[in-house]
């Protein structure tokens, strides 16, 4: 285990390397409607990255061909922007890097293509696990430990009904896209590394609303639930302060 603390000009570029995440986010957010493919919503965050002399993170990640993960429905984690166009309905996550300056931003979020009404279930269900990356950002703070952030995050999606899949976990990031530490979606709280300033993670909760089983497809990237339910990824990345994850993206 090699934490790697972040000096004031380490974070201040995080920080902008978040800032671009968050301008891609909205471009994407704007374009998300029934009838774009994947692989245009694809384009368009590599255009805005690049825009800003900043790089698609995952683009060539262990050979990932896309600047996004885009995650439809049953789909849990690392699902390669494809053809298929998004209908009215859908719950679509969308997991994104920058590399900026040397240093990673790494963050994702979920929506209902069409707006909540198309499917209110759905919408229960991300709002939920947004809830609980929050949580887990609110326990960030410096003295805490990771599994409190773990802890956090469980509790509000056991509380709701909903189950973590157990095989992912948040990271470290900096100069590399997953340093230490690893950052369960589980407690128990109270244990793991302790947690001080200028430690920079991604607290990324992954969640099915049906048993939590996964399994990955023959594009061998793809993961799915093995029942069919739906999954949802929410992930924000920030520096540990004594008030929690200050939120770079
Ligand atoms: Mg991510
Ligand atoms: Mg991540």
Redesign the pocket.
């Known amino acids: 285990m090699k934490i790697i603390i972040k000096n004031t000009e380490e974070l201040e570029i995080m920080r902008k390397a978040g800032e671009i995440l968050r301008t891609t986010q909205e471009e994407l957010k704007a374009q998300i409607k029934a009838g774009i493919s994947l692989l245009e919503l694809d384009a368009l965050a590599e255009k805005t990255i690049r825009k800003f002399k900043a790089e698609p993170s995952f683009k060539g990640y262990k050979g990932f061909p896309g600047t996004l993960c885009t995650m439809l429905n049953s789909e849990v984690v690392h699902g390669i922007p494809d053809e298929r166009k998004i209908k009215e309905g859908d719950l679509l996550s969308v997991?994104c890097?920058v590399k900026f300056n040397g240093f990673h931003a790494?963050?994702?979020f979920s929506v209902i293509v069409g707006g909540d009404e198309k499917n209110p279930a759905r919408a229960e269900f991300s709002n939920i696990v947004r809830e609980a990356l929050l949580a887990g950002c609110r326990a960030a703070k410096v003295g805490n430990r990771t599994g409190d952030i773990g802890s956090a995050i469980e509790k509000v999606i056991v509380k709701n009904g909903y189950s973590i899949c157990r095989e992912y976990t948040?990271?470290g990031?900096g100069r590399e896209?997953?340093e230490d530490p690893h950052l369960f979606n589980y407690g128990p709280g109270g244990q793991g590394e302790r947690l001080v300033a200028g430690m920079t993670l991604?607290i990324?909760p992954i969640v099915a609303s049906g048993s939590g089983k996964v399994k990955t497809l023959s594009d061998g990237w793809t993961v799915v639930t093995v029942d069919g339910r739906d999954a949802c990824q929410w992930?924000h990345?920030g520096v540990v302060t004594v008030n929690g994850l200050e939120i770079f993206a």
């Open positions: 997991d890097g790494d963050a994702a948040g990271h990031l896209l997953h991604a990324e992930e990345c």
